[in-house]
């Protein structure tokens, strides 16, 4: 596969598996955080339009690519353009564990203390995840997966197969 979607819960395992996936089969690696947010304080969402419109100019780049992130609504973008998708659906308890156990995400962070003090809030946000009724839920992940037209895998641990 050459154009691949990866999305579910925050601490799944959707970054690790872009990234080797992107190593060993040569594609472009696209992290949804790193466009979905406005540099303000608090967070806010970036306009939607402006989250496509990077998208969009990711996936013109070249054909080669992974898209992943927990946002149904900018993954829906590039639903129609990917060959895969890749559901980590993994136990909450399994996504709170990697959460305690990730690195140090620099892209993400200013610094690991900085990564630190954001973890207290980021279990809750694990936790939430049955839930929730938005765009980063598990319905709004069973959905995009229900409707995803090409090859599906769901993974519930982090084994590869």
């Not at 925050?10 to 594609?27: I, P």
């Not at 949804?32 to 304080?41: H, I, K, M, N, R």
């Not at 419109?53 to 149904?72: L, Q, T």
């Amino acid at each position: 596969m050459t154009r691949i979607l990866i999305f579910g819960n925050s601490g799944s395992g959707k970054s690790t598996l872009a990234k080797t996936l992107a190593g060993e089969h040569g594609l472009a690696h696209l992290d949804l955080d790193t466009l979905a947010w406005l540099p303000t304080s608090p967070p806010q969402r970036m306009p939607l339009a402006e989250s496509r419109a990077a998208i969009d100019a990711f996936m013109a780049a070249g054909d080669r690519w992974v898209i992943e992130g927990c946002y149904a609504d900018l993954l829906a973008f590039a639903a129609a353009q990917a060959e895969q998708a890749i559901f980590m659906n993994l136990p909450v308890a399994a996504c709170i564990e990697n959460a305690r156990q990730r690195p140090w995400e620099p892209h993400k962070y200013a610094s690991s203390a900085e990564q630190d003090a954001n973890l207290d809030m980021l279990i809750d946000w694990i936790a939430q995840y049955p839930t929730r009724d938005d765009v980063f839920s598990e319905a709004a992940h069973k959905a995009l997966y229900a409707g995803f037209r090409g090859d599906k895998l769901m993974y519930t641990s982090n084994q590869r197969n």
